[in-house]
Structures are given as C-alpha cells and as structure tokens.
C-alpha cells in the first residue's frame, strides 16, 4: 500500500506556477462560428486577458478582437449570415438573465453597442438570424416561452412592433430558420415533458403553423437545421425511435420523414448515438457526430448513396465541428492526454490559436466496466505515473445528469493527477451516449439509481487494487455536485471527504428558487412538481440525508446561480453545522457569479482550494 499523502502545491507565491495553474491559465479559443454568406467572417469565444470573451474573427488573417470586457466574461454570441454584426448576450454576472445586443463586426467593446431587440429581459430561448434585416428570438421567463420576429435592419433597428410567432406557458427553444427566412422550427414541450420535446414548424412572418411531428410520450425529436438552400424546405432533425439519437430528414413539401442510415464499411449500422450533424454547403452531404463508448467523431455521410466515411482524427473526442464553404471541416479536438485545439480535418493543422503559452499534457485514460444493478457501466480511468496503487483517488460525476464525461482534456482533471491521485469518472444511469433506456433509467429513483451505479465502479476498482477505499473524494459540479452531497449522506461509510461545486442541496427550495426551464425539467424527472409528487424530491434531496453525513465537505457556489441558486445551499449547509455529532469540516465558499466562472483567477482559486481542503483533511496512506 502507498503511504505517501499527496501534498498539493496551493501556495500563490510559488514560482513558477505549477503545470496545474499553467493549464487553466492557458488561452483557450472554441469553433468559430463563421458568417454563411461571407466566411472570412466569424464570431468565437476566446481568452482575453484572464477571461473568456466574445470576439470577431478574420479567418484570412488570424485576426481576434474582442468584442465584449464583461468583468465575469462573455460566452454566448452568434454572427448575422452577412457578417455585419456580432451578437452577444448581456446578463448580469452570469445570471442568465438579460438581453441580446449587437455590434458591428470587429468593433472593440463598447464601441457601436445596439439594443435592437424592444423585448423585456428574459432568459435566453433562441436567437435565429435572418439575411433580410430580421432575427427571430426566443424568450423563457416565469409566464412561460414566447418567439417574436424582430426587425433589426441592416443598419437601423426598432423600426417595427415585434411580431408574436409562438407563446405557450411549458418551455419551448427557437431551434432552426430556413435558409430563406420564410420558416421558423420550434421544439417544444406542450405536452409537459420538456426532456422529450415535439416539433412545429411556423411561418417567420404570421406564425402560422406549417406542419407539426411529434413522436409520442417517451420519444424526443430535435430541430438541428434547414438544408443550405432557397426554398428546401427539409429540416434535419434528431429521433429516438430505435432506442438511441438518430437523424432523419424532415420535407416539409411532401410531409415524408426519411431516416438517414448512418453504417460502416462492411454495411452495418455505426455504433453509438449522433450527438450533432450539419448540411455541409449544397445541402447533399452531411457532417455527423456520433458518440460510441465517451470518444466522439466525425463521419461524412452522402445523402444519394447513404456512403458514409469517417474523418477527423481517430481517438479521442471531438466537441465542436462545422463544414467550411471550400469542403474541409473544422473541429475543435482534445483527448485527456492532449490538450484542446481547433484543427483542420483535411491537414490535422491547427486554424486557430488565442495565442500564449500551450497547456501541459496529461495522462490517457483507461476504459472501466462493472456489473451494476441496471447493467454494465462504464468508467474512465486516469491513473498517476508516479507512486503505486492502490492510489487515493477521486470518483469524479459529471453534471447534466443527460451528459457524460469522454475521452477529451480537462485541466481539472489533470491537476489531481499531477497530485498523485487516481480519477474515475462514471457515466451512471442518466448520462447520455448509452442508448435512451441508459439516460432515462435514473426516472423514478432519482439520484439514488446513479449513486449505485458509482458504488458498483467504485467496488471494482478497490477490488482490483487500484483505488485506496479509506482516501476516496466523491467530486462533482452542478448534477455531480448534486450526487456529490446526496452520496455523503446515503453512502457515508464510502467516503472520505466531499467537493460539491454549484450542487442541488436542499431539492423542495431549488425548486423553488431556479430559473423557469429547470422547473420543466425538474417536473419531467420526477412526473410532478414538489407539491404533486413531494415523496419523490424528499427521498432524492441531499438534505435529507444530512444528519447522516460524516466526511468533512467544501461547497462552492456562484451568488447569482440561476441553477443551483445560493439560498438552497445555505440551508443544506446550516443544518449540517447545526448537527452538534458532526465535528468534521464544513466550508462554503462563494463567489460573484453565475452556475461556474470563466475567469482565470476564480478558476485558479476553487481549485486552489479544493487541493489545500484535501489536503488538510484526506487521511494519511
């Protein structure tokens, strides 16, 4: 057995920094979103100066300007298809709630700033720009969703009354515009799940319906796009009719939905589930997705021949991807050994670069399978190149819950590595990627069905000798920072300590407290509201379990966390250092922003924090 205790390097004198702040410090630029009638012409994310902003971005040169300096930075943005005007949305310290505002394309912030859309702030449900001088926009608050057509102008703004398209009290998202303008395809959940939605499609000037599909209770459809062209009038959409994410293709003019058969070289159907697709320019191919076993990649499928041929790099994941207009592809690309880059798929070269210094590698993982209560369950596991097994380790529960953790970077990830511990990171019952039985199997025990499904991984490895069962941390943010706090108190002889970034609490008050969209998923998790099925959230909220808890915990949450708001925490956190039994550590740290922070030196400090806690309070091997 190793009796080494990692000691993390959490000094901010240090110098150099260490590998693991040097990550996280690291310039960071997503897939641009380039202009669809002129490409040179783009929007991305990027760092600029410590914090993630919007920039405008000239593919011919390399050139990034920021558009936005928000002090808690800037991720939501889009371009008109004529590349004039760079889109953003203004919330207030990442509460998510607030309004779209333009400016023209490679302004500075501040300078040509337009509030063109006369609507009350809202949250976000959808921005869909238009090439006549129109933006169809979709808006979510505590009434329910409306979409309007807004005429926004080429140059001038304002100059019509908003027109209403759709309003329905249950949650609802603006999802594609045809490439004329003419036609709006709304996903919807007028039948009150809002994790399986339906689809309409309606008129952008009247909001007359068009057509309507919907698959019945248990079956999702999503919008993705309209084909690239004047007057096609096919929508690709997302289905879950054989039990996982497919596509198929929606024409509107015959009313006919055709499957697209996505297979391999010897004719059978691809494994995994699509997790996005694109009309590449012509509207003949397709650029495809797919999901297999936490590794994402492409395929180009042929819609004529229904040949559909691989690309891209072969391992790890692809989180991003779009056909530019001269046939390459780009994509943005990680691996958990190799750190994050935007590349071509024709050259493997990198497109482009914020610029600075390259974050270090970290270690590949390894695929882990145990035999759990509702079938196998995979893992992936990172172990340390130094010391000896069994390491201490972290159990790691990715957020969502309809998400998983893939093969791709992750500098946090990385950082407990570089201290010597062993990562696990469970895609439980809930997570996406596994087939729709696998992702809806948490219904109904929620909470509790994905805790088991970590203990069986858990077992396992302590079992095979990797994992030291008496320096297990039970980690997670937002879902995982949910099943983190509901895990130490169902499961307290599992674990050593706890690390809850962002979580759900106290279930019957964030209910309560978050923002109008989660409700509706909240209602389709559990088949009710807290005040129709109020057995079920008591039985799957952390607080709860609160007096059973024993391991020292360390909490971090965002002041104004529409999700997981502050006020639920709070009160799992009071109860728990009301219990006069519980003598171990319990610590909330706050910070003034929304559901996590894209601001270098907040980032630096939580998990500065976090290893010092662990530090401090993981027993000794």
Do not use: K
């Amino acid at each position: 057995m190793s009796t080494t205790s990692p000691v993390p390097r959490t000094d901010p004198n240090v110098w150099p920094p260490p590998q693991w702040e040097l990550r996280l410090r690291a310039r960071e630029v997503e897939l641009p979103e380039w202009a669809e009638d002129a490409p040179d012409r783009a929007v991305v994310v990027a760092t600029d100066r410590g914090v993630l902003q919007v920039h405008s971005f000239e593919v011919s040169t390399g050139r990034l300007v920021p558009a936005t300096d928000r002090p808690q930075g800037t991720t939501t943005c889009a371009i008109d298809p004529r590349g004039a005007w760079v889109w953003w949305f203004d919330d207030t310290d990442g509460d998510e709630f607030g309004r779209w505002r333009r400016q023209p394309f490679g302004s500075p912030p501040g300078q040509g700033v337009q509030d063109p859309i006369n609507l009350p702030d809202s949250y976000p449900a959808g921005l869909l720009l238009a090439r006549d001088g129109t933006a169809v926009v979709g808006r979510t608050d505590d009434r329910g969703t409306t979409v309007h057509q807004v005429v926004v102008g080429g140059a001038g703004y304002g100059t019509d009354t908003p027109v209403l398209l759709y309003r329905h009290t249950n949650d609802a998202v603006a999802a594609a515009l045809s490439h004329d303008g003419n036609l709006v395809a709304v996903e919807h959940s007028e039948r009150g799940d809002n994790r399986r939605p339906a689809l309409r499609v309606v008129r952008s000037d009247t909001g007359a319906v068009v057509a309507d599909l919907d698959d019945g209770p248990g079956r999702a459809l999503s919008a993705i796009d309209f084909a690239p062209l004047d007057g096609d009038l096919r929508l690709l959409v997302g289905h879950e009719r054989r039990g996982r994410s497919e596509l198929a293709v929606w024409d509107l003019g015959t009313a006919l939905v055709q499957d697209v058969r996505l297979t391999d070289g010897a004719g059978d159907p691809l494994p995994g589930e699509v997790t996005e697709a694109w009309w590449y320019p012509g509207g003949r191919e397709l650029l495809v997705a797919v999901d297999h076993l936490a590794r994402t990649r492409l395929y180009r499928h042929v819609l004529a021949t229904g040949t559909t041929t691989p690309l891209g790099p072969p391992d790890g994941s692809v989180a991003e991807a779009g056909p530019r207009p001269d046939g390459d592809v780009w994509l943005r690309w990680s691996s958990a050994a190799q750190p994050r880059q935007v590349i071509s798929a024709r050259t493997g070269r990198e497109v482009v670069s914020a610029g600075g210094h390259r974050p270090a590698p970290s270690v590949p993982v390894r695929d882990v399978w145990a035999d759990g209560p509702g079938g196998r369950v995979h893992a992936l596991l990172r172990v340390p190149e130094a010391g000896s097994a069994p390491y201490p380790t972290v159990v790691d529960l990715h957020g969502g819950p309809a998400w998983h953790r893939s093969d791709s970077f992750s500098p946090y990830l990385a950082a407990w590595v570089d201290h010597g511990f062993a990562v696990v990171s469970v895609n439980y019952r809930g997570s996406t990627g596994y087939g729709t039985a696998w992702r809806d199997a948490l219904e109904g025990r929620v909470g509790l069905t994905e805790l088991e499904d970590v203990a069986a991984v858990h077992d396992a490895l302590v079992a095979e000798g990797v994992v030291d069962p008496a320096r297990s941390v039970l980690v997670g943010a937002s879902w995982g920072g949910y099943l983190t706090l509901l895990g130490l108190g169902t499961q307290p002889d599992r674990w050593a300590l706890g690390l809850a970034d962002v979580p759900v609490a106290d279930y019957l008050t964030a209910y309560h407290e978050e923002m109008p969209d989660l409700q509706a998923f909240d209602r389709s998790l559990f088949g009710g509201s807290p005040e129709e099925v109020p057995d079920r959230y008591r039985e799957s909220s952390p607080l709860t379990y609160v007096d059973a808890v024993r391991a020292p915990v360390l909490i971090t949450a965002g002041r104004n966390d529409p999700r997981c708001p502050l006020g639920q925490i709070d009160s799992y956190v009071g109860a728990l250092r009301a219990r006069p039994d519980h003598g171990a550590a319990v610590e909330l740290y706050t910070y003034g922003a929304g559901h996590g922070s894209v601001v270098d030196d907040e980032e630096v400090s939580q998990l500065r924090r976090q290893l010092d806690f662990v530090a401090r309070h993981l027993p000794t091997g």
